[in-house]
C-alpha cells in the first residue's frame, strides 16, 4: 500500500480552496460592477425624466419648443415598423427552421447553412443597415420608408428567430412525430397539427424577444437615412417614418445645444424601457404559462 502524505494533500486541498474562493471573489465583484453602473444609468435616466413624461408628452408631435415636444410620431413609426418586421421575421424565420429541422437532409448543405445562420447572430447591426441601404433604399428605390425600415429590420433579427424556432421544433419528442405518421398522417399533416403546437411558445418567446432587439435598434436606421424630425405621421407602409431610438439618439446630440432636449431623451428612454419590459414580461409569461412538458 502506497503511504499518501497528508499534509501535501491538505495544501493542495487549501490551495484549489483558495483558488476557487478568488475567483468566487473576481466573479462576485463583476457581477455587482455591471449591476450598479445599471443602477446609476437607469436612476440618471429617471431623474431626469420626472416631470417631462405626462400625456401631452406622449401624444404630442414634434415641435422646435422642448415643452411642446412630443414623442406621437417616433410611436406611430414604431408600430408601423413592427407591423412590417413581425410578418416578415415570423414567415421567413420559422420556415427556415422547419426545413431546417423537418426537411433538410444532414449532410454539408444543412451545416453550411447552419453555420451561417449562426454567423449573421453576430455580424454587427450597422452592417445590416449597409445592406438595407443597397437593396431595398437605393436598389429597390424604396427610399428611406416603413417598408424599407422594416425589411432591413427583419433581416437583422431573423437569425435570433431560426435559432429559437429550431430549438423549440427540436425539442418536441421524437415518439409524438412517430404516433402522427402510425396514424396515417402525412408529414405536412404532422408538423402543422403536433409539431408546430407543441413548438408555438418557444417559438413566440424568441420573435418577442426579437421585436423586442428591433425595437431598440438605431444604427441600421441611421445609415438607411431615416429621419428624426418628422412632424406628419406615417399612414402606410410607404411613407417616411421615424422611431424611439432615432428620436432619442437626436435629441441627445441637441442637449448640446439646448439642455432641455436631455430631458426629452430622457422621457423617452423611459417610455421605450418600459416598451421593452412589458415585451419581454409577455415572452416570460407565454413561456412559463403554454410550455408543455412531454
Known sequence: MKYVDSSLVQKKMGSRLFINNLAKGIFLIATLFGLIVLAVLIYRVFAQSLGWIDLQFITSKYSNDPVKAGIMGAITGTL?????????????GVGTAI????????????????????NLAGVPSIVFGLLG?????????????????????????????VVA???????VPQYLREASYG?????WQTIKNVVLPAAIPGIL????????????????????????????LP???????????????YWTIDSALV???????????????VVLFIMNSIAVIIRNKFQRRF
Not at 235 to 249: A, E, R, S
Open 205 to 232: 418567446t424568441g420573435v418577442i424577444l426579437a421585436l423586442s432587439r428591433a425595437i431598440g435598434e438605431t444604427a441600421p436606421l441611421v445609415v438607411l437615412g431615416i429621419p428624426a424630425l418628422l412632424i406628419p
Open 235 to 249: 399612414d402606410g407602409i410607404f411613407d417616411k417614418f421615424t422611431v424611439l431610438p432615432m428620436q432619442i439618439y
Open 99 to 118: 426545413y431546417l429541422e423537418e426537411y433538410a437532409q444532414k449532410g454539408r448543405l444543412q451545416a453550411f447553412i447552419q453555420t451561417n445562420i449562426s
Open 183 to 187: 396514424m396515417g398522417a402525412t408529414k
Open 259 to 273: 439642455s432641455e432636449y436631455a430631458n426629452l431623451a430622457a422621457g423617452a428612454i423611459v417610455v421605450l424601457l
Open 133 to 161: 441601404l443597397t437593396v431595398f433604399v437605393r436598389g429597390l428605390d424604396l427610399g428611406a420608408v416603413v417598408l424599407a425600415g422594416g425589411f432591413t429590420m427583419a433581416l437583422l433579427v431573423l437569425p435570433v428567430v
Open 165 to 171: 424556432s429550431q430549438e423549440a421544433i427540436r425539442a
Open 80 to 92: 408601423w415598423l413592427m407591423l412590417v418586421v413581425a410578418p416578415v421575421t415570423m414567415l421567413l
